[in-house]
């Protein structure tokens, strides 16, 4: 059984069980995406007062992974930032670097100059604390955003997941937007400054400004990465400069937003950045 991101939709039921066991016996390959939510159903059981059963893979290699990704420390060289819980501003700024790294680790970066790294640098992780701060702010979940990431040299890809058991986007973006299912408010999400709280303003990794979802879906789209989102019983799949939506089954208590990056294709300025990730329709190409 491989779980990866690109089968999560079909296969995520087998992590909604009566039992309150997630049985992971069979798995032969785990990804981040994985790991994030059930970490989050394993602190949302916590809340409950109660332990979530996990049944741990037989095969050694992915049992290793499993400890490593939910038990290890961070180290700058490894490939990995393993499972985080971020619940106040400290927590973010730190993970957002340590997950910026991974991403920095990336063969297409060599290429940059020093003074583009640092740029790039300042720019995802500008990114990734604000996708870390939607969940803190707005997610009404009871211990913040789980995280996690991976690097993997062989495939030359990306993957970060962040995710939640909170109330959804729907429920968060009815506040401000009139919007009636969890699809709409995830699309809505997508738009220029709508998920921060405060007013679009100056360039802060604390501000929130509601950039981190517009900037990831600007940066998916122009490297033909991937992003997927799910809320609640809505998903939508960012793949190959289209939006594709789709309705589940169920509700997956929470929320979650992943994404995978292949081939980076990052030779900016931080002014340049803005100009072609925060500003593009003003901007022509």
């Known amino acids: 059984m491989q779980l990866t ?43 409950q007062g109660h332990n979530l059963n996990i049944i741990k893979p037989i ?17 700058y060289r490894s490939t990995y930032v393993p499972i985080s819980i ?45 996708l870390q701060n939607n969940v803190i702010q707005h997610s009404g979940s009871l211990f913040g955003a789980i995280t996690c990431a991976q ?4 495939l030359n890809k990306i993957q970060v997941s962040i995710a939640d058991c909170g109330f959804g986007f729907l429920a968060s973006l009815q506040k401000t937007c009139e919007l009636n299912s969890e699809i709409k408010a995830l699309r809505k999400s ?8 405060h007013p679009v303003g100056t360039y802060s990794s604390n501000n929130n400004v509601g950039y981190g979802l517009y900037v990831l879906k600007n940066i ?32 997956i208590m929470g929320s979650i937003v ?19 990730f925060i500003y593009p329709d003003e901007n022509n190409d």
């Not at 009566?18 to 059981?45: F, H, N, R, V």
């Not at 095969?59 to 180290?75: C, L, P």
């Not at 997508?190 to 709280?197: C, I, N, P, R, Y």
Request: include cysteine; hydrophobic fraction near 35%; charge should be negative.
């Open 5 to 47: 991101f690109d089968n999560f939709i079909n296969n995520f039921p087998i992590l909604i069980t009566d039992q309150k066991t997630i049985d992971l016996t069979e798995a032969e390959w785990i990804e981040p995406i994985w790991y994030s939510i059930i970490k989050a159903y394993d602190e949302l059981c916590k809340t």
């Open 59 to 75: 095969k050694t290699n992915v049992a290793s992974y499993f400890d490593t990704i939910n038990y290890g420390t961070h180290r």
């Open 86 to 130: 971020v619940s106040n501003s400290t927590e973010n700024n730190k993970i957002s670097k340590e997950i910026v790294e991974k991403i920095m680790l990336h063969n297409d970066f060599n290429k940059l100059s020093e003074e583009n790294k640092k740029d790039t640098k300042d720019y995802l992780e500008y990114m990734i604390s604000e």
């Open 151 to 154: 690097y993997f040299p062989t």
């Open 190 to 197: 997508l738009e220029q400054g709508v998920t921060g709280s």
């Open 220 to 251: 998916i789209q122009r490297n033909k990465a991937k992003m997927l989102m799910i809320s609640r019983n809505g998903s939508i799949l960012l793949e190959n400069g289209q939006i594709l939506s789709y309705e589940l089954d169920r509700d």
């Open 258 to 276: 992943a994404f995978e990056i292949y081939n980076i294709k990052f030779d900016y300025f931080l002014d340049e950045f803005f100009n072609y």
